[in-house]
């Protein structure tokens, strides 16, 4: 890591993106990238990520400015941001996923969390689910720590109940649970079926999410305009397609149903035991049967 010269910040709240396995269709890095187009940065610090990658599996890219070469290595960065309406001073960390040195690599991560004294650990990710393009973009939170602060009150959050093979955003939420700090987690639904680079709708989605979380104001202007002509774009393709335009309607049903159990979950539960109910009759019918 660079040389850091500390400075004063209040109350500072880290936002935090990754490439890689945590960005599926790129909405999480995307959203964060259109925050900071908007936003001033009053410094920026890089890891050195030499040793955290595989070269040969994520290689650097090379350009040519003005006829000479250049390469444009790996980064890891932490930008300092001071937006207006906020209340507080906001750090945003651009990473890619490691492939070598998970624990050193925390740890320099880390460092950074306790020499500005960070008071909240926000991670935006992305995953692939199986939900329909054509409904509201699905965003999912979970949080640990101390939950009294003001951004908790009006958010419905889950405790984290994911098993299976950990990301770098796991086993970062580790370090900062051993240190109390607390940690939302924000999560896009992204459409499995759609092979696409990005998905500009879910991005746009995440970074309303996180306006609103930290009462900040943001241009979606430009956002929504990319957004408005990917979704004409999509419609088109598949407009021939009968058999993903049969799969999406599946998709939109099973939505419809998990949404309306949120708001009334009840006639959920009746329908379940009703099923449990013939389920069983079923099964006395079949042992007399016998």
């Not at 610090?45 to 250049?70: A, C, F, G, M």
């Not at 980064?75 to 941001?81: C, Q, R």
């Not at 909240?120 to 054509?134: N, Q, R």
């Amino acid at each position: 890591m660079e040389e850091i010269i500390k400075s004063d910040l209040k109350e500072p709240i880290l936002i935090c993106t990754w490439e890689g396995w945590p960005d599926a269709a790129e909405a999480a890095t995307k959203s964060i990238k259109e925050l900071l187009s908007q936003s001033e940065v009053t410094n920026t610090i890089h890891l050195n990520s030499e040793s955290y990658y595989i070269y040969s599996d994520k290689r650097p890219s090379v350009t040519n400015i003005n006829n000479k070469r250049q390469i444009d290595w790996l980064n890891n960065k932490f930008s300092f941001i001071k937006p207006k309406s906020a209340d507080n001073d906001i750090i945003i960390f651009q990473g890619i996923e490691p492939d070598l040195n998970w624990k050193k690599y925390i740890k320099n991560f880390m460092k950074i969390i306790t020499l500005y004294e960070v008071k909240t650990v926000i991670m935006i990710g992305a995953l692939l689910d199986s939900v329909p393009h054509t409904r509201k973009p699905r965003i999912t939170f979970t949080a640990t720590g101390k939950q009294n602060q003001q951004m908790f009150k009006n958010l419905n959050f889950s405790n984290p109940t994911y098993e299976g093979p950990a990301g770098i955003t796991s086993a970062i939420g580790e370090k900062l649970d051993k240190l109390r700090i607390p940690t939302i987690s924000l999560w896009g639904h992204a459409p499995h079926y759609l092979q696409i680079t990005h998905n500009p709708i879910l991005s746009a989605a995440i970074l309303k999410e996180l306006s609103e979380l930290l009462s900040i104001e943001i241009n979606f202007e430009k956002i929504t305009k990319v957004s408005e002509d990917f979704k004409s774009s999509l419609n088109n393709a598949l407009e021939d397609h009968n058999e993903i335009t049969k799969y999406v309607e599946k998709l939109e049903e099973s939505y419809d149903t998990e949404e309306m159990s949120k708001i009334d979950p009840e006639p959920q539960m009746i329908l379940k035991d009703v099923e449990n109910f013939l389920k069983d009759k079923r099964k006395q019918s079949d042992d007399l049967g016998k």
